[in-house]
T-cell receptor, first 111, second 116 residues
Framework: GQQVMQIPQYQHVQEGEDFTTYCNSS?????IQWYKQRPGGHPVFLIQLVKSGEVKKQKRLTFQFGEAKKNSSLHITATQTTDVGTYFC???????????FGSGTRLSIRP | NAGVTQTPKFQVLKTGQSMTLQCAQD?????MSWYRQDPGMGLRLIHY???????DQGEVPNGYNVSRSTTEDFPLRLLSAAPSQTSVYFC???????????????FGPGTRLTVL
């Protein structure tokens, strides 16, 4: 079935270290979105990738969509305490179809 | 704009009781969805709708019903609550391009449901 796998489940880093989370699908995605959820909050949209091989940057965050549109990654450079939260990818398999979330990566940071 | 609103914020039910979680959006979005989030886990899709009068099942639809009589509202019904349905429920909405690609999903604040 349609499933988006995300790893790692947890990541604990020292402030200033880099962080990466990966999403993978066995079938081609139409597009992929990334969300951040702070503890006790609701998911908040970060970005959407649509094109094969697309790379987008938001300050210290870099998002990539694989050439085959089956995988994606989010990389944070030089983490800060404000980056704490759970990062989710969410994919669609065709236009106007359901949006499926990955299981998320929880990022915690040692000051 | 209020965005996506959900009521109630908290609810405690006894096993076997029924209830409806309300969700409304004022952004004229075609797509609406319900997710549940269990502690330490991701968001699992329960049901979704691509427009008024159209609903479909997600990953975990059993025990839940939905309807979409208007663009604005997308209520989620628990017919006979079970302890396994204890969770945080999020409603979300999104619009899409003419080519069918969805824009960002806007989430409501969530409903924290406990079934005893």
């Amino acid at each position: 079935g349609q499933q988006v796998m995300q790893i790692p489940q947890y990541q604990h880093v020292q402030e200033g270290e880099d962080f990466t989370t990966y999403c993978n699908s066995s079938t081609t995605l139409s597009n992929i979105q990334w969300y951040k959820q702070r503890p006790g909050g609701h998911p908040v949209f970060l970005i959407q990738l649509v094109k094969s091989g697309e790379v987008k940057k938001q300050k210290r965050l870099t998002f990539q969509f694989g050439e085959a549109k089956k995988n994606s990654s989010l990389h944070i450079t030089a983490t800060q305490t404000t980056d704490v939260g759970t990062y989710f990818c969410a994919g669609s398999y065709s236009s106007a179809s359901k949006i499926i979330f990955g299981s998320g990566t929880r990022l915690s940071i040692r000051p | 704009n209020a965005g996506v609103t959900q009521t109630p914020k908290f609810q405690v039910l006894k096993t076997g009781q029924s209830m409806t979680l309300q969700c409304a959006q004022d952004m004229n979005h075609e797509y609406m969805s319900w997710y549940r989030q269990d502690p330490g886990m991701g968001l699992r899709l329960i049901h979704y709708s691509v427009g008024a009068g159209i609903t479909d099942q997600g990953e975990v639809p059993n025990g839940y019903n939905v309807s979409r009589s208007t663009t604005e509202d997308f209520p989620l019904r628990l017919l006979s609550a079970a302890p396994s349905q204890t969770s945080v429920y999020f409603c979300a909405s999104s619009s899409r391009t003419s080519g069918g690609v969805y824009y960002e999903q806007f989430f409501g604040p969530g409903t924290r449901l406990t079934v005893l």
